[in-house]
């Protein structure tokens, strides 16, 4: 009912920047929260940056300072933009969105991209 489709990965070198975008679509009525997971080989996977419908943030703690999320409500967009990127920054990317849709919309359900990679390596 909800696709998210992720754009904007790849290599970068140590420093470098990237950013990454998440277009929802579908049979979206309300889009709660949009936000951004990682996992990197051998680890869980983890909460990268999240933005509310009302445009609150929320950074874990290693990317605070270096990445910035935003959202397009118009659009249905959220994107992250990540600077000073470094070795362990490296992981796949997943977009995650909490949406209502159509045919319930008084019960939101989470939702996933398909994930990108990210590798920041010189």
């Known amino acids: 009912q909800v696709q998210l489709v992720e754009s904007g990965g790849g290599l970068v070198q140590p420093g470098g920047s990237l950013r990454l975008s998440c277009v929802a679509s579908g049979s979206v009525v309300t889009i709660y929260t949009m936000g951004w997971f990682r996992q990197a080989p051998g680890k869980q996977r983890e909460l990268v940056a999240v933005?509310?419908?009302?445009?609150?943030?929320n950074y874990t703690d290693s990317v605070k300072g270096r990445f910035t999320i935003s959202r397009d409500n118009a659009k249905n967009t959220v994107h992250l933009q990540m600077n000073s990127l470094k070795p362990d920054d490296t992981a796949v990317y997943y977009c995650n969105a909490l949406v209502a849709v159509t045919t319930t919309p008084l019960k939101p359900s989470n939702y996933w991209g398909q994930g990108m990679q990210v590798t920041v390596s010189s």
């Open positions: 933005v509310t419908l009302g445009g609150n943030t």
